[in-house]
């Protein structure tokens, strides 16, 4: 389903006209508007006039998270604060958080971007929504919440936590889409299973909408088993404006990016040239229609690749892979890098272990080592000991061909795993720097 058919539709050629002229207003806009933009484009020389192509932005510099920290709380914001009628903020995991605020308009684009994906992803105004996604600062809540009701469809503000609850209320409102983070939803469906629902009898979900941390396609069957639903897989991040900057569409092929109000280029990190086409490399997005916070080439440390052409449901938006992790969570282990959505990958595909995990990584001598704690079945754990050999032998060998690298595995108690509420946390560091 289109929310907005003539927008999403539009041929290449169209779009590229857009971007750039957006682009080009957007550059004066922020020059006059920002004593923080005029500084960075003066050190570049760089004005509207340099933008006479697309590819001309790759003259401009980047924004990077920093760049919020050094200016935390408003000084990025083009806008006084008479404008501004939303404050929100993204935790991060150090220092002070990065800070991002939207004016009436901002608001409006946001519903509507947001809206565009939960039409992709089916969702119409005769649904009851769920949002579990925590209402606060982050932006899952209410950047949800907003374009849902924009679609007409009933919300449920039901926040993230108290899964019991959230259950009871999914049962008794009849919800037909719940919206949260995959971990969560993994989690709720196996809350549902202990209180004694079958998900295909006693609920009337139909679709989950899931985003904000990198799940696997294993995980999406894990989930779609588990609740009886289709899970479409949603992108977005605070300093570009929060959920809505990317979602998948029925074929659930890639997340289409909505390029009338984005600019997304792959980079390679460590060079910071461009990637070759259809290689993996850093995102990095450029902001069209922001009035209250523009932001420029920002880099989003999410790794992926790009999927051109038209896609089969009709849209022409570029398609983004899911996010194979970000650049500051991969692992160099032993030189090899790692990303935790490997070792997410190997462990779905084994039967006898729940979908729950936690990797703690730490460092003996000069060596880094990597422990990855996996829950095994209730049956499995308290069977016989050959079983439990052959089942981590299994694991070790998978680990091994797919990282190139000995790991250790440690089967835990059922349950043993924290669950998450919210972003789950996969990676325990306790390596000191
Ligand atoms: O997580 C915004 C959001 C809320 C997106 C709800 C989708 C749904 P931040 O807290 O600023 O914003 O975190 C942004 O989360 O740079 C990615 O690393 C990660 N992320 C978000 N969506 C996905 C996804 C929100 N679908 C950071 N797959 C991003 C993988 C994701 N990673």
């Known amino acids: 389903m289109f929310w907005e058919k003539d927008r999403e539709t539009l041929d290449r050629k169209s779009l590229n006209q857009l971007q750039?002229?957006?682009?080009?207003?957007?550059?004066?806009?922020?020059?006059?508007?920002?004593?923080?933009?005029?500084?960075?484009?003066?050190?570049?020389?760089?004005?509207?006039?340099?933008?006479?192509?697309?590819?001309?932005?790759?003259k401009l510099p980047f924004t990077t998270k920093t760049d919020f920290r050094d200016n935390y709380p408003f000084g990025l914001?083009?806008?006084?604060?008479?404008?501004?009628?939303?404050?929100?903020s993204s935790s991060g995991t150090t220092g002070k958080p990065t800070v991002v605020a939207y004016t009436r308009k901002d608001i409006e684009t946001w519903s509507n971007l947001v809206a565009r994906i939960a039409a992709a992803a089916g969702v119409n105004d005769e649904d009851v929504v769920q949002i579990a996604f925590g209402y606060g600062l982050?932006?899952?809540?209410?950047?949800?919440?907003?374009?849902?009701?924009?679609?007409?469809?009933?919300?449920?503000?039901?926040?993230?936590?108290?899964?019991?609850?959230?259950?009871?209320?999914?049962?008794?409102?009849?919800?037909t889409v719940l919206v949260c983070t995959p971990s969560y939803a993994l989690y709720i469906g196996e809350v549902a299973r202990n209180m004694g629902l079958d998900p295909k009898e006693d609920l009337k979900l139909r679709i989950g909408m899931f985003g904000a941390e990198p799940w696997s396609e294993q995980m999406r069957s894990k989930i779609e088993t588990s609740l009886n639903i289709k899970a479409y897989d949603n992108y977005g991040l605070s300093e570009i404006i929060g959920p809505g900057v990317a979602g998948e569409c029925e074929a659930q092929d890639g997340m289409h990016i909505a390029e009338d109000h984005f600019i997304v280029e792959i980079i390679n990190p460590e060079t910071d040239e461009p990637a070759k086409e259809g290689e993996y490399g850093e995102m990095v997005i450029t902001t069209l229609t922001k009035e209250a916070l523009p932001v420029f080439r920002y880099r989003t440390r999410d790794i992926t690749r790009l999927i051109k052409g038209v896609c089969s449901c009709g849209r022409s938006f570029v398609r983004m892979e899911k996010p194979i992790g970000r650049t500051d969570d991969m692992l160099i282990i032993r030189g090899v890098n790692v990303f935790p959505s490997q070792i997410e990958e190997v462990l779905f595909n084994i039967d006898g272990i729940s979908p729950h995990y936690q990797i703690i990584v730490d460092r003996v001598g000069a060596l880094d080592t990597v422990t990855v704690m996996v829950e095994a079945n209730a049956n499995l754990f308290f069977d016989e000991m050959k079983k439990q050999k052959q089942l981590l032998d299994r694991i070790n060998a998978e680990l091994k061909t797919t990282l190139g690298l000995d790991v250790e595995v440690k089967l835990v108690e059922p349950n043993s795993i924290q669950r998450s509420e919210g972003k789950a946390k996969r990676i325990i560091d306790k390596r000191k720097f």
């Open 20 to 58: 750039v002229e957006l682009l080009r207003e957007k550059i004066d806009y922020a020059y006059k508007n920002s004593p923080f933009y005029r500084r960075k484009f003066d050190e570049c020389g760089i004005t509207k006039e340099t933008i006479q192509t697309i590819d001309d932005i790759q």
């Open 138 to 175: 982050f932006t899952g809540g209410f950047g949800l919440h907003y374009g849902l009701e924009k679609v007409g469809a009933a919300v449920i503000p039901a926040s993230s936590g108290n899964t019991k609850r959230q259950v009871m209320i999914m049962k008794d409102f009849e919800a």
């Open 77 to 88: 914001l083009t806008k006084p604060m008479k404008e501004i009628v939303r404050i929100h």
